[in-house]
């Protein structure tokens, strides 16, 4: 007869085999659900400040595609090592044209509250291709996003995930659109 395990060992294993399960976990999690974002730089504020953290849901994209106002964060296209995070402006089809210091979208002036100064920059009337979408930071004067080169229309296959809320510092907590 067989003695049941007991003592050091069996506790070993248990542990250890519990310890395996949650990194397999959190690595699901991290590669496929959420994933915590630190923000630097100026160019979403006033919405986001230098050094809050996010939490992105990257499962999100899988069911859906991107809408406008939604804040997301993208591989940079021109160094796809280096993320970005940006507000959808326009999707594919829509007509974006930004003149006057105004951003309009099909042919509508876009109300833009959450923007931190007038757009000083201008853009031709151009629609979004097919499997893209037209990004901008909401401090449009400091802020490398669709109007430039090195983004451009961004493709779908770019974006990460939908930044959903800022959970540190604590005093900025608070849900995203």
């Given at each position: 007869?067989n ?36 923000v ?21 994209y ?30 594919e089809g ?38 893209h ?8 004067n ?7 080169r ?6 779908l ?13 604590l ?7």
């Open positions: 007869m003695k049941p395990e007991s003592g050091i060992g069996t506790q070993v294993k248990e542990w250890t085999i519990s310890i395996l399960i949650a990194v397999v976990l959190a690595c699901f999690i991290r590669f496929f659900i959420v994933e915590l974002y630190l630097e730089g100026p160019s979403m504020l006033p919405t986001l400040v230098s050094q809050e953290r996010l939490v992105v849901n990257k499962f999100i899988r069911f859906r595609e991107p809408e406008r106002g939604e804040i997301l964060v993208f591989k940079y296209p021109r160094d796809p090592k280096r993320d970005f995070i940006k507000r959808v402006i326009g999707v829509d007509t974006i044209e930004i003149k006057d210091n105004k951003v309009y979208l099909n042919d509508e002036l876009l109300d833009e509250p959450y923007i931190l100064e007038p757009t000083l920059s201008t853009f031709p009337k151009r629609t979004i291709p097919r499997g979408i037209f990004v901008m930071g909401d401090n449009r400091n802020s490398e996003d669709s109007r430039f090195g983004v451009g229309f961004l493709p296959d770019m974006v990460k995930g939908k930044a959903m809320m800022v959970f540190w510092p005093d900025s907590l608070k849900m995203l659109p």
